[in-house]
């Protein structure tokens, strides 16, 4: 274990450090594993070794699905389908208190899970729910707050490119369960967020007089069906049989340049040509850093990192309520500093291992993951969501802060309901025959 021990104070030390200077968190993992292996096996070793590693960890046919889920999201937020979804979640909630928040929230919701992308998400209804807002007199750090703590449900409703990174940190966790699974805890995030908006409206006497009539209904509903079929494609497609999720992901980007450009009419050639090529940038850092991360997998492995971390957890307390209380602070704070995807990559190997050795499903891990870290993407200091939702509101993080406190809370207790209720991950899979 001694080498297990100076492998992960070189580790967390050099990676630390690097992350403090501003070295990009793709290039600060590959350096600091370095670091950690070259004192077991020799920089002659190490080098060859950690090259073969990054190739390695990116040669997966499932990995594919990840650069054309992303290409399917940047089509669909330029292409007129947030416009159609918003419409139909403002129809939906009619003339509860606070209506235009709920719409936010719904709209959320649906353009996360078709595009399964918060940061989309949150541009996207920010841009155009925000001003309406305004209009109605809502108060702006409100209506930012709202858009920001919901934004990162559709890191959960599939499709979800998060789900698809755990799935190959896990070592082969199910894609099509995993989608499936994070459905019930995506909803009642989005569940949450209404309640705690309903009673704010309530009280501030947001209250829309606006009834739509049945004709308004149809109409919305007819304009979103497209946009909502992408879903039904997705999934259905998955669960039938009939493509992998690799297939749905190609799939659901040929659904979405036919419903953009020649259905809809919202893009041209220029800009189809010029969001590829966005695509392909984010694609690349990605994979790079899942490519990375594989690295520092294979030196945690090699030196019984995992197996060091998994006796100390273990040895703090012998009762599972208590150590999963542990994990969840443990990730809470991780999300809080470090990106999702990487953080997935990295604290998988180490974390999984204990929570199935404490009965619990590598399935329902991984929503309980999943779900942790995305509170991290809307909390500071490092959380993307939450600074583009701010950009796009024009807001500042001190006065949207105290309602995005009563956001958290609510999805906190979700967060525990996820943790200690199986069913809640596990229900939908298994209706349709995952285990």
């Known amino acids: 274990m001694t080498i297990s ?27 600091s594993s370095l670091l950690g292996i070259i004192q077991s096996i020799g920089f002659n070793g190490a080098l060859p070794a950690s090259t073969l590693k990054i190739f390695q960890g990116i040669n997966i046919f499932t990995l594919l699905a990840i650069p054309f889920f992303i290409l399917a999201g940047n089509i669909m937020s330029k292409g007129g389908i947030a416009e159609r979804l918003i419409n139909f979640a403002s129809v939906l909630t009619g003339k509860v208190p606070g209506s235009l928040a709920h719409t936010n929230i719904v709209a959320n919701m649906l353009f996360g899970s078709v595009s399964g992308s918060g940061t989309a998400a949150a541009s996207a209804m920010g841009s155009v729910l925000g001003p309406v807002q305004k209009e109605k007199g809502y108060d702006e750090d409100f209506s930012a707050a709202v858009n920001v703590s919901t934004a990162p449900t559709g890191l959960l409703i599939p499709p979800s490119t998060a789900l698809i990174t755990y799935a190959l940190a896990s070592g082969g966790t199910s894609v099509a369960a995993l989608f499936l699974g994070g459905v019930v805890p995506g909803i009642l ?33 007819i304009k979103a069906i497209p946009s909502l079929m992408l879903i039904i494609i997705i999934i259905g497609g998955i669960i039938s049989g009939i493509f992998t999720a690799t297939e749905a992901s190609v799939m659901a980007v040929i659904y979405s340049v036919i419903l953009s450009l020649f259905f809809y009419k919202t893009i041209n ?49 012998e009762n599972p309520l208590i150590i999963l209380i542990c994990i969840n602070i443990l990730l809470l704070i991780v999300g809080m500093f470090m990106d999702l995807t990487p953080a997935i990559l990295i604290f998988t190997p180490i974390l999984l291992p204990i929570c199935v050795s404490l009965g619990m499903s590598p399935l329902q891990f991984g929503i309980m993951m999943t779900f942790n870290l995305s509170i991290g993407t809307i909390t500071p200091p490092v959380g993307n969501i939450l600074f583009v939702g701010l950009k796009i509101s024009g807001r500042k993080l001190e006065k949207v802060l105290p309602y995005m406190v009563k956001f958290y809370v609510a999805i906190f207790v979700v967060l525990m309901l996820v943790t200690f209720i199986p069913a809640l991950s596990e229900w939908l899979p298994s209706l349709v025959g995952y285990k």
């Open 5 to 31: 021990i100076i492998t992960s104070i070189i580790i967390l030390l050099s990676l630390l450090i690097l992350l403090l200077i501003g070295t990009p968190i793709a290039v600060a993992i590959l350096i």
């Open 269 to 317: 050639l220029n800009e189809l040509f010029n969001i590829f090529v966005d695509s392909a940038k984010l694609s690349a850092v990605i994979m790079f850093l899942v490519g990375t991360s594989g690295v520092l997998a294979w030196v945690m492995s090699y030196t019984q990192i995992p197996t060091l971390l998994s006796n100390i957890m273990l040895g703090v307390s």
């Open 189 to 221: 995030w989005g569940i949450s967020c209404i309640i705690v908006a309903y009673f704010i409206a309530r009280k501030k006497g947001y209250v829309q007089t606006q009834k739509h009539s049945g004709s308004e209904i149809l109409s919305a509903f």
